[in-house]
């Protein structure tokens, strides 16, 4: 379940209250007697549907694709993939056996028969590797999210720069973190650090609220590109970094506190058992927003 923001309504619902307004007007300006006034609005007309869908996830070639339905109003559904296969379903997945860009069309029916359309193109693109790990040299294990710095200066050494973790610290978080790591430890300064890795362009930052998809994992991991995420505690947050991916979805992780561990994947929310150390829970893991 990958995620991308919901788009933007086609018909705002300002719009179609105004011309719900104009109707009712209009009745009004008829001089018919309407003792129902009291009680509100009723009658037997059913609601304007609109048609709205997203797409879940990255779509790869010979996996199930994931369609979002958030249609208004709507009593049936019917669809084109763009493949030469149809669904009534209300939150259909649909296989594809090529790649390529394919035109989706959701057509949506009220009770009354009145019909709404949307119709959007959807990129379907080839499977990532069925495993690869990044080369990346081990952070120490540490108490403090200074190391951070560290992870940064790591992820540029493997692309090939030079560069020395008390100044990212130095030019990025105001404080020498090498010099006075306390300051750098406290979780205020936590948002700091994370922004700071980013500016270096080394790692991908999915932006979503939503748990962080395998799809979209696997595919930044085989462009060589480590991941951002957050690990959930309840009321405690902290972000770690994919490294790599195997063919049994165990996921290679590197935690600033704790080093590198692995863990699998589990259903549809990344699960990662650490043990030791305070960390003997099961982590959620969370899209960097």
Not at 136 to 147: I, R
Request: hydrophobic share 40%; glycine share 8%.
């Amino acid at each position: 379940m990958s995620f991308f923001p919901r788009p933007f309504p086609t018909r705002p619902f300002l719009a179609r209250a105004f011309h719900r307004y104009q109707g009712f007007a209009a009745l009004l300006a008829s001089g018919v007697s309407l003792p129902f006034l009291a009680c509100g609005i009723t009658g037997s007309e059913s609601p304007t549907p609109e048609a709205q869908f997203w797409v879940g996830c990255r779509a790869f070639k010979d996996s199930l694709t994931e369609f979002n339905n958030q249609s208004y109003a709507a009593a049936s559904y019917q669809w084109d993939f763009g493949n030469g296969t149809t669904s009534t379903e209300a939150t259909p997945s649909v296989r594809y056996a090529d790649t390529g860009t394919y035109v989706v069309r959701l057509v949506c029916k009220n009770s009354d028969g009145v019909a709404d359309e949307m119709v959007d193109t959807i990129q379907v693109f080839s499977p990532p590797p069925p495993s690869m790990i990044l080369d990346v040299q081990q952070v120490p294990m540490g108490d403090h999210d200074a190391l951070w710095a560290t992870v940064a200066a790591t992820v540029l050494r493997y692309r090939g720069v030079k560069v020395d973790p008390c100044t990212i610290a130095g030019d990025y978080l105001g404080s020498d973190c090498c010099k006075n790591p306390e300051a750098c430890g406290d979780f205020a300064t936590l948002d700091q650090i994370e922004r700071a890795i980013l500016r270096f362009g080394g790692l991908y930052s999915e932006q979503s609220q939503a748990p962080l998809s395998w799809e979209s994992l696997r595919e930044q991991i085989a462009q060589h590109r480590p991941v951002v995420a957050w690990l959930r505690k309840p009321g405690y947050y902290y972000a770690v970094m994919i490294v790599g991916y195997e063919a049994d979805s165990t996921m290679h992780v590197l935690d600033p506190r704790n080093g590198y561990f692995t863990a699998p994947y589990a259903g549809t929310t990344v699960s990662l058992p650490v043990q030791g150390n305070a960390y003997d829970w099961i982590h959620s893991l969370y899209c960097f927003r």
